[in-house]
């Protein structure tokens, strides 16, 4: 099982992102999946999740209004637009998914498989 995200990068405040989280080895359309962020010397927290048919979705306040998850079951992928970027979402963002999860579920616990994360820097 691999997850990969991908789309990071260096961005100004206001700007926008969108990055991409793509598997193998699991079946995507199978498993919800959520996007979680670590900025360093901080804890890892929950951004956005989707669930398996991207029939319901769960944001955290910090991404409510900004950010939209959204999902492609047919290309294994799922997406996280990124909008009004401040200098406090800069971190490294991973993807994470599980067939049980609660989507809802803020906690790394439940989320069986992680990708490699993908760097996002918000600086003018």
């Known amino acids: 099982v691999q997850l990969q995200a991908s789309g990071g990068g260096l961005v100004q405040p206001g700007g926008s992102l969108r990055l991409s989280c793509e598997a193998s080895?699991?079946?995507?359309?199978?498993?919800?999946v959520a996007w979680f962020r670590q900025a360093p010397e901080k804890e890892r927290e929950f951004v956005a999740a989707?669930?398996?048919?991207?029939?319901?979705?769960f944001y955290a306040n910090s991404a409510k209004g900004r950010f939209s998850i959204s999902r492609d079951n047919a290309k294994n992928a799922v997406y996280l637009q990124m909008n009004s970027l401040k200098s406090e979402d800069a971190a490294v963002y991973y993807c994470?998914?599980?067939?049980?999860?609660?989507?809802?579920?803020?906690?790394?616990?439940?989320?069986?498989?992680w990708g490699h994360g993908t760097l996002v820097t918000v600086s003018s």
């Open positions: 994470a998914a599980d067939p049980r999860a609660p989507i809802t579920s803020s906690l790394r616990d439940p989320w069986r498989y």
């Open positions: 080895g699991i079946s995507f359309s199978s498993n919800s």
């Open positions: 989707i669930s398996w048919s991207g029939g319901r979705k």
